[in-house]
């Protein structure tokens, strides 16, 4: 328990074991003054996530016209990535218009496996 306090994480003991949980504070991003189109949007997303994850981790799930808006929603598998992996897709995405949906992650043996669900935003051409 000293362990995880000191790198602030909260320890439950569960009946399958026990758990480490990082709350994690993200800022909520200001609305942008112009969204960029769709298509951009995607081809940016694709483009850099290709240089860090494999194209079998990354998942086209659906778009959707929302008014003047396209909502395209993906999915990340992770299979066994570091955490500074996971931290670099989070400052390479970071300035693009996406909403995230929810994160399942599991770390074993210091290597996160799991599931990332997001959404990207854009204008209609």
């Known amino acids: 328990t000293?362990?995880?306090k000191q790198h602030y994480?909260?320890?439950h003991?569960?009946?399958k074991g026990a758990e480490l949980i990082l709350q994690s504070h993200?800022?909520?991003r200001q609305l942008p003054q112009q969204y960029p189109s769709s298509e951009m949007v995607v081809r940016t997303?694709?483009?850099r996530l290709s240089e860090i994850l494999t194209s079998d981790a990354i998942h086209v799930q659906e778009s959707q016209q929302q008014g003047k808006m396209k909502k395209t929603?993906?999915?990340l598998d992770l299979k066994e990535l570091?955490?500074?992996l996971l931290d670099l897709v989070g400052r390479e995405l970071g300035d693009l218009p996406?909403?995230?949906s929810s994160v399942h992650i599991h770390l074993e043996d210091g290597l996160i496996d799991g599931q990332i669900e997001l959404s990207l935003w854009g204008t209609t051409s």
């Open 9 to 11: 994480y909260d320890l």
């Open 45 to 47: 997303f694709m483009k």
């Open 98 to 100: 996406l909403a995230l």
């Open 2 to 4: 000293d362990w995880a």
């Open 82 to 84: 570091s955490p500074d």
């Open 73 to 75: 929603k993906f999915t």
């Open 26 to 28: 993200l800022k909520k």
């Open 13 to 15: 003991v569960t009946q």
